[in-house]
């Protein structure tokens, strides 16, 4: 086995003395672009015209950290909400986005815990099964001998 040799200058794993700046397709800044143009009109009581580049650099950072489309979504919920007078602030976005997200971990630790105990009661069945075939009981027979919490006190399924 030969040895590993030094990383030669500007190969892949040459440390920058820069970060990298990641920033979204030109697609996606003109439908950015095209999102905050109607945000605007929605909001036209308010002058944004020296806000608006620095809220549009912290828009294209928040669509590049979650996605334009996760972006679109929380502009729209703060859109329609009925206490959201003014124009969004990035930070207000961030935080609506950091709620779906939230909210999206939830969901997915539901599902989560239903599947796993689906898959558990399907395990469980098996068992009985098994032992019914193995010791030549009848599923009740089975069910009374499991002393296990959740799963004792079972009556038998009417298949």
């Known amino acids: 086995m030969e040895p590993i040799g030094p990383v030669l200058k500007g190969g892949?794993?040459?440390?920058?003395s820069?970060?990298?700046?990641?920033?979204?397709?030109?697609?996606?800044?003109?439908?950015?672009a095209v999102m905050l143009g109607r945000l605007m009109k929605r909001f036209a009581h308010q002058d944004m015209t020296a806000a608006m580049p620095e809220y549009v650099a912290d828009f294209e950072k928040l669509a590049v950290k979650y996605s334009l489309p996760k972006l679109e979504a929380?502009?729209?919920?703060?859109?329609?909400?009925?206490?959201?007078?003014?124009?969004?602030?990035?930070?207000?976005?961030?935080?609506?986005?950091?709620?779906?997200?939230?909210?999206?971990?939830?969901?997915?630790?539901?599902?989560?815990?239903?599947?796993?105990?689906?898959?558990?009661?399907?395990?469980?069945?098996?068992?009985?099964e098994w032992r019914m075939e193995r010791e030549g009981l009848t599923e009740q027979q089975v069910l009374d001998t499991i002393r296990t919490p959740g799963y004792?006190?079972?009556?038998?399924?009417?298949?």
């Open 12 to 16: 892949a794993l040459t440390i920058t």
């Open 18 to 32: 820069r970060p990298l700046q990641r920033h979204l397709s030109n697609k996606d800044t003109t439908a950015l």
């Open 74 to 128: 929380a502009v729209e919920a703060l859109r329609i909400d009925p206490e959201q007078a003014f124009f969004p602030k990035p930070d207000e976005v961030a935080k609506e986005l950091e709620r779906m997200a939230d909210a999206e971990a939830s969901e997915r630790r539901r599902r989560e815990g239903e599947a796993q105990r689906a898959e558990m009661e399907r395990n469980f069945w098996e068992h009985v």
């Open 152 to 159: 004792a006190g079972r009556k038998a399924r009417n298949v």
